[in-house]
């Protein structure tokens, strides 16, 4: 095995695992080694620190395996079935038994390869993304890997799909792929299954707030990413919390409650407003719903997720971020503002941050007096407090009073280390929000 030795002044970062390196952070490097090769990092004193890959291509010279030196890693397929049944176990520690991100990359100590977990009433599909080559090296058989994986998930009471009945899609047509040297190609569907149409499949979502399963349409084989966003888990439960207790107060008062109206900008495929729904049928109040996306497939499949439980809804095909909003001033209970990241790299820092601006004060006008606006990034370069900061120019430069009622991030299948703030995306404030700011 290769050593890479650190020099002493890098050695800090990476004895707190954090598992990205740079190229400078060794001493000089042998060219006896290739990049399919697990390599071994040590101190300047010669004590190991962790095992992992490396990319001479990449801006991120080498990504970390392991950190416990008993791992060896000679059997490839086997830690990774290993690590995979371990993240397993941790989704349904934390409450997972239908659709979930089954491995999260770095966070999950698998850099570079993403799994999301797809249930569905007769069967499962896992779709893929190998986003490094140290990943792709590894995974030399995804299929193979796939069917070991189901295989043993049943034996340990993880899964109750057999293999029979499973779909794999693998999605490598994401463009951080050229970044490590590795082409960018169309989704490809390793397995299918009789059971399960990908284009269209209706997957069962378990959301913890709602605590019954409910089924939503997504393509996992052509929508975006992996085909439906599992990330908001978390957002959409403190969201329904306090939406829950303002209804219930309002109630106890016998203050008139109407219909609630929502607002749900950039909905893709309706998670937010149907998830809403269901909790306003539950909790026996009419709603309305105002469902906002660019994407006319999107829209269309937002609408079979809303009509199959018989949610009133209107839907638009607009620019959000162009073309301006037609709606009533101060008409909206709940206005949602979710949108695709609008930072792809740091030059793109500055507009994107104005983009956040902009959208969020087009919201905030149709927002009832105490209403409550849910505002979210999924840009992982655009820091927590840059985003407060964001929003609190959208309200100052408004004249609008808003106080934050919550803070989100990622859901449970979506862990973070501590120790790798890169890894660290989504986030979520939650505000009511005052209109009536005495002028006088």
Known sequence: MVILKLKA?????????????NKDDFEKLSDNFFTNDIVEVRDSKNAFISRGYINPKSLIFYRALTFDSREKLENKQSFLV???????????????????????????????????????????????QILSLGMHNLVSNPLALMEDLVSRAKVEKLGDVDWEN?????????????????????????????????????????????????????????????GFFLDQNYNLQRTAEILTQAIKYKQSCGIPIGTVKILDICCYLGQWSLYFGL??????????????????????????????????YTSLIMDVVEQDFRFEENSFDLVIVDPPAFIKNKKSIPTGKHAYQKLNSKALPFIKNNGFMVSCSCSGLLSLNDFKECLQKTFSRNLVRAKCLAQGGHAPDHPFLVSFPEGYYLKMLLHIVNNKISLN
């Open 82 to 128: 290993q690590r995979l049944l371990q993240c397993w176990l941790e989704r349904r520690l934390s409450g997972y038994s239908t659709s979930c991100r089954l491995c999260f990359s770095e966070n999950d100590f698998l850099p570079g390869l993403i799994v999301d977990y797809f249930k569905t009433s007769h069967g499962q599909v896992f779709v893929l």
């Open 166 to 226: 499973t779909a794999v899609v693998i999605r490598n047509d994401s463009k951080i792929r050229e970044k490590e040297g590795l082409t960018v190609s169309v989704p490809v569907v390793l397995k299918k299954s009789p059971v399960i149409n990908l284009e269209d499949c209706q997957i069962l979502m378990t959301h913890f707030y709602l605590q019954e399963p409910f089924v939503m349409n997504a393509n996992l084989e052509g929508g975006q990413k992996t």
């Open 9 to 21: 002044n890098k050695e800090f970062n990476y004895k707190m695992h954090h598992p990205w390196g």
């Open 279 to 312: 909790l306003l049928k539950k909790l026996g109040v009419s709603a309305e719903f105002v469902l906002l996306d660019v994407s006319e497939e999107a829209i269309n499949k937002a609408k079979a997720n809303l009509d199959r439980y018989d949610i009133n």
